[in-house]
């Protein structure tokens, strides 16, 4: 059984820094694109960042930009969020978020990735 686990979550004053992990157990994704997404309390889930297949290539929204940066370790099948400067405004849900079926690309909507973490609150406080 494939399983995503996000860890690195918690409560951080605004300027402050953290750095959330998504391990995959079960199967890799080495050439799969993976995303970070958020869904504050009452919000809908929105994409926060996402990170091609090859490793390479990644896209920020324009509220992180900047700010966050994603990143992947193929040899521990995991993907990373470093958040600097966070503000009360990026408290959310994080969740991580796994292509299987797209080789090499970028993807960007949420709907069309199919392997999901349980995800990790971070909570901002000014």
């Known amino acids: 059984q494939v399983h995503l686990v996000e860890s690195g979550g918690g409560l951080v004053q605004a300027g402050g820094s953290l750095r959330l992990t998504c391990t995959a157990s079960g199967r890799g994704f080495v050439n799969n694109p993976m995303g970070w997404f958020r869904q504050a309390h009452g919000k809908e889930r929105k994409l926060v960042a996402t990170?091609?297949?090859?490793?390479?290539?990644?896209y920020y929204s324009d509220s992180v930009e900047g700010r966050f940066t994603i990143s992947r370790d193929n040899t521990k099948n995991s993907i990373y969020l470093r958040m600097n400067s966070l503000e009360p405004e990026d408290t959310a849900v994080y969740y991580c978020?796994?292509?299987?079926?797209?080789?090499?690309?970028?993807?960007?909507?949420?709907?069309?990735?199919?392997?999901w973490g349980q995800g990790t609150q971070v909570t901002v406080h000014s």
């Open positions: 978020a796994a292509d299987s079926r797209t080789e090499l690309g970028m993807t960007y909507v949420a709907a069309e990735y199919d392997y």
């Open positions: 990170i091609g297949g090859n490793g390479v290539s990644t």
